[in-house]
């Protein structure tokens, strides 16, 4: 491995690197939050903005029994969270560890705060509490991108897959490609289904539960994630070291 290759590429290189199980983790919840919202909140999304946009525009059109208010707040609130998320970004932009670590901490705050708001509140589709939950997972999904768009691992966007499944069949051998990369996207895709898949049958019990499990699993990436952060600098500042020798 060369000292000088970016953490993206390593990453993008190997399934058990700690920064892409990291994505991965981020791209289970991703279905978990995006399933309360969307099921459990009147069909509006809280990470997949471009979703937003489509049922913004059909629910204006009028006669859907679509929600207008509903994405207006998840659009703005993401827009406030990657707002943070680039100013992290900016202020952090040559130390991720620490840039890493500080997203990772308040994606997993808020969910937690969510949770317990969702199990006190109980939020319901159109009522206060409802949008206060919205806004609140929306705003961490908006500092999560802008972390993830800043590292740029391909493929892994955590979030959206439309590019992943692209990928996935225009470098295809089928598609006259090296078929490089396949084997991360097609996990990529399985892990948000998964997630996906979890939160709707988690939703049929409590709306809490959902987002509780995505709390419980942002806070264990950030646990596990910024130590092995940690150890691959020093792995990487040794080896630099050795070769400068």
């Known amino acids: 491995m060369s000292t000088s290759e970016p953490l993206a590429q390593r990453a993008a290189r190997d399934l058990n690197h700690p920064l892409t199980r990291a994505l991965l983790a981020l791209t289970f919840t991703t279905g978990l939050v995006d399933g309360a919202s969307y099921l459990g909140l009147g069909h509006v999304f809280t990470a997949n903005m471009t979703g937003n946009i489509v049922l913004l525009g059909f629910g204006i ?4 029994n679509l929600p207008v208010l509903a994405p207006i707040v998840s659009l703005l609130a993401f827009l406030v969270g990657a707002g943070i998320g680039g100013i992290l970004a900016q202020r952090y932009s040559t ?5 890493a670590g500080t997203a990772l901490a308040i994606e997993a705050v808020m969910l937690v705060a969510v949770a317990v708001f969702a199990a006190i509140k109980a939020p319901q589709t159109g009522q206060a ?28 966007t955590t979030t959206v897959l439309t590019m992943t499944l692209t990928g996935l069949a225009a470098e295809s051998p089928l598609a006259g490609g090296t078929g490089k ?5 097609v996990v990529a895709v399985a892990t948000m ?20 499990t995505a709390a419980v699993i942002a806070a264990l990436t950030w646990i596990f994630y910024v130590p092995a952060a940690r150890r691959e600098e020093e792995a990487v500042a040794r080896r630099a070291a050795s070769a400068a020798d």
């Open 61 to 64: 059109a009028g006669g859907y």
């Open 95 to 99: 130390r991720h560890r620490i840039h």
């Open 129 to 156: 509490a409802g949008y206060i939950v919205i806004a609140m997972m929306a705003l961490a999904m908006g500092v999560r991108n802008a972390t993830i768009r800043k590292i740029a691992v391909p493929d892994l």
């Open 181 to 185: 990369g396949s084997l991360r996207r």
């Open 193 to 212: 289904l998964i997630g996906a898949l979890v939160g709707a049958l988690e939703l049929k019990t409590s709306f809490a539960l959902v987002v509780g």
